[in-house]
């Protein structure tokens, strides 16, 4: 058995045959690299009775034989092999080493599909868009031969480096590979990264787990509670993991554990607390912090919507850790619809995204706290100074038992790092919209996610601060985060790691570094590009990339896996747990909206005049008449007081526009806020409630004001049906409620419009049609069908109540013959079934609203 001699780096080993040797990080291991490229436990080279052969163990970045990525291979004398990068990975010079006997160990091509030789390169298609220049090959070595896998991008993050797409599960390294540090068939954490820690674990106590210093383990993150969780050992010997009612939950598996309950631990179960987890292995517990050098990778994502039109085909690409990607393509090519299924919101049909090697749509309870979205529009209130706006957002986001100076000492490490500090005490709209587009992802670091995906950062900017907004992705990836951004952009395509461009239909057109896009499409600018997107909608630009080298480059890999379909965890499993409680929330939404309200003079201003001005008009009409019914005619019938119920018709349109013209704009202008805030854990009773409460007082004023304004100033009643003596806030009561169910109405109208520009037409119809029903126009009572309708209308059951207490069937008495109007009796029933229909009214309105709204959610979280 001959002895093998093992060479690298002016270091020389000589290894027997008669054991194998391990190559990695791992101090433990027999030969150890210092280079963030070699993984924790990167390959194994032994003897197998017939020869030495080298085993890769599914490395991140991959073993490296004569410019290919293998698995296995037959090591010769003379052989060189590269680890973690095909050029200039640590170089192993092998010498010794006696021939392979008998059948070779057949190296794995991982590229090279099922059928293809060695030789093997795909040709393009045939036929090319007109005009296109001819599609050149990125490297000439490349032509003949097996692509050699690009180079791969130092922890540094080196810009323009051909980053290798992350290696999720090669083949041949399934479920029983042996994981660093942990078992054989555990699943991967934190890909094959070496754990962060080591924790000794005694069966005969308890370990606690939580941010406070008194817990046996502490774990310095904001989103893990005080208290967070504990492990046990069950009389039968087994270990199970306790959750302490942590505000963010605790995961096994991905799978959120109930609140306050517990699950059994098996050997290969990995427990999520926050950024860490854990798995345990003998008597000790690992931990894996998720520090944000995560890789990312999507494989054959496909969307249908009905009528099983396909808006996403098959996307594959790979993004490597710490690496800004830019996704473009022109409108059609579903950008926005790849974004939803990377982020979850809205998961594909079929394929996978993977987040480190974790499916994030079977964990996405647990992965989603990790990943941060940046829309197009700005997810925080200009109103408020981006101090007060991250303030409140960290409120939100954080565990309630989280301290007033951690959430500070957070927010300040974000403001100085997007140096933002010097602007903190200035209004989000006194800011540029590059400053703007900063606070937004201010208020997305708060959290430390390690992936942040950003929809059209750049649009609406000036050439300028495009490249403000893009230099910030390239530090933030730069200092540990994966990025990617959806842009129009090409301005400043030159400093991300990758380019991914979408043909029209959702497709891949090319993946891969952006200096060499332009190349392979054949073209001199962008506009050229786009313009044959445009010109040629049926040209087979997936089958062109297809069929490209570039492709072999840099996906081939993931699509030799074969696409599979999504099967989403159970809705109850997808919730995100509330990182405070209703009360919690709703006390911070409260005081938030009156944050918002106060700096907003206007409103402020507007609020009191409106109402003012709809009393005062009331008083112009017959001054010198009062609200009572007129004396009895000598022939015995009475005549109409019309001006009551003119009075009364104006006081309650007027309250009916005040009200829904309060709300009608305030769930539209907030829909982007609330989507991102739904999806980190907000409660929507919490968001409707805040909303219908402080809405509501304000509305409630304002009817008060009507009435007192409208009514004062005229002969009433002395006493009323229900109050006695206080008959003017008898009557003020019906306006006060009618404003308060208009309101509710209006935000009816917010839920549903998709733009704020469509609200003012419907709240003119709302109050005109208002008008129609209110019975003072024409009698309702009697006519079929008109009368029915008129019970939908808060108008009908308010000039009802407060016609009740002014005994309208008296004031404006039917014509002769006809019945009196039932709601109009002058009885306290009457006036009680009013006020009860009018409260009725506004209660389904609330409940319609909060329906509504689902349609404003991440799509796996309305079921």
Known sequence: MPELVLECNGRTWTLDPSRSYVLGRDPQGEVVFDDARVSWRHATISFNGRGWVIEDHGSTNGTFAQGRRVQGLELADGTVVHLGNATDGPRLALS?????????HTPQQPYAPQGAHAGWAPQAPAQEPPH???HQQPQQQYQGQQPAQPAAAPYGGGRHGAAPVPQQQAPGAGPGRQVPGGAAGAPPVHGDRSPTSFHQFSLNRVMRIGRALENDL????????????????????????????SHNGTYVNGQPIPKGGSQQLGPTDVIGVGHSTFRIVGDRLEEFVDTGEVSFSARHLT??????????????????EKSLIAVIGPSGSGKSTLLKALTGYRPADRGEVLYDNRNLYKQFAELRQRIGLVPQDDILHKELTVKKALKYAAKLRFPADTTGAERDARIGEVLRELKLDIHKDKKVTSLSGGQRKRVSVALELLTKPSLIFLDEPTSGLDPGMDRDVMQLLRGLADDGRTVLVVTHSVAELAICDKLLVMAPGGSVAYFGPPEEALNFFGYETWADVFSAFENYRDYDWAGRWKGSQHYQMYAADLDAVAPQSVQVPPMQAMRPPKPQGWLSQFATLVRRYCSVIVSDKGFLALMVILPAVLGAVSLLINSDKGLLPNPVHPSGRTAPNGTATTVLLILAVGACFAGAANSV?????????????????????????SKV???GMITVFQGLLVGVIGFSSREIPERGLVLGGFTLLELSLPIMALGFTSMMFGLIISSLVK????????????????????GCLFALNGTVGVNQVSYLMPSRWAVAAAGATLDFNRISPPESGADTDPLWEHTVGAWT?????????????????????????PEVMRK
């Open 665 to 689: 704009r305030e769930l539209i202008k907030e829909r982007v806020i609330y989507e991102r805030e739904r999806a980190t854990g907000l409660s929507r009773s919490a968001y409707l409630m």
């Open 96 to 104: 010794g080493a006696q021939a392979a006997v008998g059948a070779p």
């Open 218 to 245: 502490v774990v310095s993150d904001l989103q893990v509670s005080r208290n967070h969780a504990e492990f046990h050992a069950t009389p039968d010997g087994r270990l199970e993991i306790r959750d302490l009612g």
């Open 693 to 695: 409460f402080v809405l």
């Open 755 to 774: 733009t704020a520009e469509k609200t003012m037409p419907l709240l003119v119809m709302f109050a005109i049609i208002q008008v129609v029903f209110t």
């Open 132 to 134: 296109a220049a001819p």
């Open 833 to 857: 079934l009013d006020m009860l229909a009018l409260i009725a009214l506004g209660a389904i309105c609330g409940f319609f609203v909060a329906r509504f709204l689902r349609r404003h959610e």
């Open 303 to 320: 969307v249908t919507v009905d009528g099983g039109k396909q808006i996403l085909r098959d996307v594959s690409f790979g993004a490597p």
